[in-house]
C-alpha cells in the first residue's frame, strides 16, 4: 500500500486556505477517494513526492516537460536570466528570439503576440479573430477545452447544433450565448451549422488533437472542411495547439495535417515549464492587436524574461537536428502503447489506445473513440482502478481518463518496461469491474 501520511496531512491543511485544497481542480483527486501526493521535486523522467515516494511521470506538468524535468540546460538558462532579474515589463531580446523559434517550426505564424497562460492565448485570439471580422459568433467543439474562458466554458443546447448554455456558474446566459457547440469530428453536422450561420461567424476554434477528453484524433477530412467552410465565409480558423504543439510533430498538427489555419494558440511546451502561452497567425489579423489596431490586448508579465528563456532553452533542446528527439519521443510512445496493446489481448481487456506523436491515451472501450460521447462511455470505473495501482506501483499518471499522458525525452527503456510491469497488474485489478 502506497504511504501518504504526509501528503494526507499536507492536503488537511490546504483544504483550509485553498478552495478544495488545490490551485486547479484535476490535481485534487476528487474521484480516486484519497489525498494527491504532494510533490517534493522532480528529475529527468520522475517525480518524488513528500513522502519519500518516487514515480516515473508521463504527465509532464501536463505536457510542458518534454524535455525531462530540471534539464540541465533549461536549469542553467534560468539561473542565467533570474540573476539578470526576474521582470522587466520592459521589451527583451529573449522575446523576439523565442517568437523566431516559434515561427521557425510553423510557417503560417508571421507575427506572435507573448501572453501567460493558454486561457490567455485563447481569449485574446477570439478577441482578435471577433474585431478582425466584426462578428460575434464563434464554434467550438464538444470535449475541447480552451481554458476558463466564459465564452469557452459552455455546453451544447438542446439541439446539435444550436447555441450553447453556461456550464459553469458565474457565467451569464447573454456571454454563452452567441458561442455553437457541435460534437467534435461531425463534418456533416458542421457543415450544414455553417450553412445556416457562416456569415455571422467570426472564427471556427477547435483542438487539431483533442487533449481533453482523452487524446482523441480528428477523422480524415474533418480539419480539412473546418478549413474549406472558414474560408468560404472569411471565418477565422484558429487552432489551439496549447497542448498539441510541438507534441503531435515537430510543427505540431499544423504540420501533421498539412492544414493551415489563420490564428494558432501556443502554450505549455513553449514554456519550459514556466508560466507562458502565445497567439499568433497571419499578418492582415495579427495587425489589428494593440498597439498596431484597435483590438486591445495586454500584460505586465507578457514576455516575462524567466519564461522566455526556460521556452527558448526548451526548444533548443527540442529542435536539435542531429538528436532526433522528435523522432525518439514518437518511437517511445508507440512502444509503450504497443506493449499496452499486447498485455490488454493476453488478458482479453478491451482498450482503446490513442498517440499523436507524443501524446496519448487509453480507454477501456470495445469501441473506437471519436468525440465526446465515446469517451464518455468508456468504463471510468475501470480507468479510476487501473490509476490506484499504476500509482501504488510509482507510474504517476492523470488521475482522469479524459486526460492526456505525456512522453519526454528522459524516458528511457527501463522506464518503459517498469511501466508495463505495473500496468499488467493494473490491468488484471480493472478486468474485475469490465
Known sequence: MLNLTKSTQAFQEAQQVLPGGVNSPVRSYQNIGFAPPFIASAKGSKIFDIDGNEY????????PMVVGHAHPEVVQALNQATARGTSYGAPTLAETALAKKIMTSYPCVQKIRMVNSGTEATMSALRVARGYTKRDKIIKFIGCYHGHVDSLLVQAGSGLATFSTPSSPGITAGTAQDTISLPYNDIATFRATMQKYGPEI???????????????????????????????????????????????????????YHITPDLVCFGKIIGGGLPVAAYGGKNEIMQVVSPLGPVYQAGTLSGNPLAMAAGLATLNILTEPQKEYQKYLETQ????????????????????????????????????????DDAAAANQIAFKEYFKIMLENGIYIPPSQFETLFMSIAHTNADIEKTLSAAKKALLTAKKFL
Request: aromatic share 10%; hydrophobic share 45%; net charge negative.
Open 333 to 372: 510512445t508507440t512502444k509503450l502503447l504497443a506493449g499496452l496493446q499486447e498485455l490488454a489481448k493476453e488478458l482479453a481487456i478491451p482498450l482503446i489506445t490513442h498517440q499523436a506523436g507524443s501524446m496519448f491515451s487509453i480507454f477501456f472501450s470495445e469501441q473506437d473513440i471519436w468525440n465526446y
Open 202 to 256: 467570426a472564427a471556427v476554434i477547435v483542438e487539431p488533437v483533442a487533449g481533453n477528453m482523452g487524446v482523441v484524433l480528428p477523422k480524415d477530412g474533418f480539419l480539412q472542411a473546418l478549413r474549406e467552410e472558414t474560408s468560404h465565409y472569411q471565418s477565422v480558423l484558429i487552432f489551439d495547439e496549447v497542448m498539441c504543439g510541438f507534441r503531435a510533430s515537430a510543427g505540431g498538427a499544423v504540420k501533421k
Open 56 to 63: 516515473i511521470d508521463y504527465i509532464g506538468s501536463w505536457g
